[in-house]
């Protein structure tokens, strides 16, 4: 029955954190409540599924354009929320004065400077790094770079207070049994390091997951006195990058 609950927090999460089509009748708040916890395993989703085209092009097709064409898939399969949250978080961390701009300016749908430039320059460096993996790791990194990078998200939640534009909002940190949940998805995640990393690579990667979260929560803390959900998206795009960037130059 456990087991059963588990899956259905995943499918919830499946249907947060990406376009994935997944029926969602059977479906309860609780799950919905419960399925952040699940983000690595959507990522490995997403990793998969963008993988698959890239993979069958791949024979066709040089390093950048394979590159491209992951990056391209993954956002498809996303519908860009985190390069959303990514965006949101560089106009309002940089571009306000106080908490409350900040804030506000993150609820803004509109694109400044500073998000614009955050974007160009995170899938610029994402693809760059792609490209210059080697071929036969190249489909691997991305899929498990996608995974773990979803856990420095969680690590933001679960050690830091979620901050509103509208004070009434109050969002408490995870409860004992979503921490449970989330050490056995990381845990999972991490095994699966083991199993197509080296060693070395895989403690590097390790560390970037679970220490690149508490210097962005910092971040998150010193500008609006907490995380939201744009921080989450952020969070995870520059640790993705940080990962690749390891690889890149492990490899």
């Known amino acids: ?8 927090q995943f499918q919830a999460a499946v249907i947060q954190f ?22 690595p395993f959507v990522g490995l989703a997403i990793g998969l599924l963008s993988a698959t ?22 956002v498809i399969l996303t519908g860009a929320i985190h390069e959303d949250g990514l965006a949101d978080c560089c106009d309002g961390l ?16 509109t694109l400044g400077t500073y998000a614009v430039l955050g974007l160009i320059a ?33 690590v933001v939640m679960l050690t830091s207070d979620y901050t509103e534009h509208n004070p009434s909002i109050k969002m408490t940190k995870q409860s004992e049994t979503n ?15 083991l199993v197509f990393l080296p060693i ?13 979260p508490l210097f962005l929560k910092s971040l998150f803390e010193q500008k609006i006195g907490g995380y939201n959900g744009d921080c989450l ?3 995870q795009q520059v640790t993705e990058c940080l990962l690749l960037l390891a690889a890149a130059c492990y490899y």
């Open 233 to 235: 998206g952020a969070t």
């Open 18 to 39: 990406s376009r994935i089509p997944i029926k969602s009748e059977h479906l309860t708040s609780s799950h919905f409540a419960e399925s952040v916890n699940f983000l």
């Open 122 to 154: 995170v899938i610029g460096l994402k693809v760059s790094l792609l490209a210059s993996i080697p071929s036969q790791h190249l489909l691997t990194i991305f899929i498990i770079g996608l995974a773990v990078s979803r856990i420095s998200p969680l």
């Open 179 to 193: 921490t449970r949940i989330f050490f056995i998805s990381s845990g999972l995640t991490i095994m699966l390091l």
């Open 1 to 8: 029955m456990q087991l059963k609950s588990y899956f259905n």
């Open 53 to 74: 085209p890239a993979f069958l092009l791949s024979n066709y097709l040089e390093g950048a354009a394979v590159a491209w064409l992951l990056v391209i898939f993954a």
């Open 94 to 109: 940089f571009g306000g004065h106080d908490k409350s701009q900040r804030l506000k300016i993150m609820k803004d749908s």
């Open 200 to 212: 070395k690579l895989t403690l590097l990667f390790i560390l970037i997951a679970f220490v690149t």
